[in-house]
């Protein structure tokens, strides 16, 4: 069947989105940070969770107007293209390279591990399960973004009503003497938990890169972002809370941890729940971010920064079908490579988290070039916030600096530029 270069669908409601965010943010990190954060810091972790918390207002509201004022399948790519050029475009893309490609596998692996420990799966079984989520999460974005939205719903409201059960069953557990010593190991470690808390506050970018799929973005953009905000600090606050409160990370290794605290509550069910946890928060992750990846793909190879071959649409469902069918490939081997090489999951981590800090701050200093007022303010304080949480990456941070340099070198090279309909406003 013969393709043609058709509009993406405006089908995307304000629940839809609120939920492909959570679904985004609320990932793999809700399973093993609260342990680690808190084992790095003691009770003063619940220092870093707030401060992480406060941060996010700001960047949030600044990315909603971006992506109001802006509705563009480029999300930040797009935004540093108009502050500040098409070679910072092109950079931006392929700091975006590094990120889902790998990190989709990751947050994949580090959900079936999390049910293969708890199940006594044998290396092989956590590969089929890891891969079983990604094929999922291209399945149902190659169907149309409707579909991927209606699924994304389902899986939030199932997630955020297993965690809040973990919490209120914990509750009745936390005792005041385990918020003593309140910062046992001093107060630098809370800087270092925060660059690690980072990963569990990241996602909220992939809802501006379906901004031209929402039906009134001007709207909606804003008010799921908003909604999404107060979810998950509700939940990671009270997470962390019931954490440190019941002593749940002290002895127990991080991927039992969370299983161990629901089980004080639900008793030998609580293998199965934190299992369906695991599978549900990461598959919710990979699943928005297989939507907003794919759209940046298209949105770059439109502008000419990658090849034309991904500037088309799927004639019946409206989809960048052609990066969902190359991702499929890469993933696997991906996976492959994690197999027989055995990584370390938690330290791979750090590389992908680190190339979403310097997205931000790209987004953020975009902000301050394209906004005025409070919105220029809220940029302002999220780009300081985000330069300073870079400065505790460490070696890590060399991974966006040294992708950035291979796009500023490749922008050189300009592919056929799809055509376009849309209104290209440069300023607010």
Not at 160 to 174: E, F, G, K, N, Y
């Amino acid at each position: 069947m013969a393709e043609s270069p058709v509009e993406l669908k405006k089908t995307i409601s304000w629940v839809q989105g609120a939920a492909m965010t959570i679904g985004a943010v609320l990932g793999s990190g809700v399973l093993v940070l609260p342990v680690a954060a808190a084992e790095l810091a003691g009770p003063a972790s619940l220092v870093a969770w707030l401060l992480m918390g406060l941060l996010a207002i700001p960047l949030v509201m600044t990315l909603g107007t971006l992506g109001a004022a802006y509705p563009d399948a480029g999300g930040i790519a797009a935004f540093a293209r108009r502050a500040f050029g098409p070679r910072a475009e092109a950079v931006t893309g392929w700091l975006f390279l590094g990120t889902v490609p790998i990190g989709g596998p990751i947050v994949a692996l580090i959900g079936a591990n999390y049910a293969g420990r708890l199940f006594g799966a044998t290396p092989w079984q956590v590969g089929l399960v890891a891969a079983g989520m990604l094929s999922a999460g291209l399945f149902f974005n190659y169907l149309g973004i409707s579909l991927s939205g209606r699924v994304q719903i389902g899986v939030v409201a199932t997630i955020s009503l297993i965690l809040l059960a973990a919490v209120l069953t914990a509750l009745p557990r936390v005792r005041p003497d385990s918020f003593t010593p309140f910062a046992p190991h001093g107060w630098v470690p809370v800087g270092v938990a925060m660059t690690l808390l980072f990963w569990a506050f990241v996602g909220w970018e992939m809802i501006v890169h379906l901004g031209e799929e929402f039906r009134d973005p001007q709207r909606d953009i804003p008010r799921s972002l908003a909604f999404s905000l107060g979810i998950i600090i509700v939940l990671y606050l009270s997470l962390a809370v019931a954490t440190v409160g019941t002593a749940s990370y002290r002895g127990a290794a991080n991927i039992t941890a969370l299983a161990g605290m629901v089980g004080q509550g639900v008793g030998h069910w609580a293998g199965d729940v934190t299992a369906l946890l695991g599978f549900l928060v990461c598959y919710g992750t990979i699943h928005t971010y297989l939507a907003g990846f794919s759209r940046l793909i298209y949105a770059q190879a439109r502008e000419g920064h990658f090849p034309s071959f991904f500037a088309r649409l799927h004639p019946r469902y409206q989809t960048p079908h052609r990066t969902l069918l190359v991702l499929g490939p890469v993933f696997f081997l991906v996976l492959l490579l994690a197999y027989y090489r055995q990584f370390d999951l938690s330290a791979l981590i750090k590389w992908p988290s680190a190339v979403f800090i310097a997205l931000y701050v790209i987004g953020m200093a975009s902000g301050v070039k394209l906004l005025a007022g409070k919105g220029r303010y809220y940029a302002m304080v999220s780009l300081a916030a985000c330069l300073i949480v870079y400065g505790f990456l460490g070696w890590a941070g060399l991974y966006p600096i040294g992708l950035g340099v291979v796009g500023w070198l490749t922008t050189q090279k300009r592919w056929p530029v799809q055509a376009r309909g849309r209104d290209r406003r440069e300023t607010v």
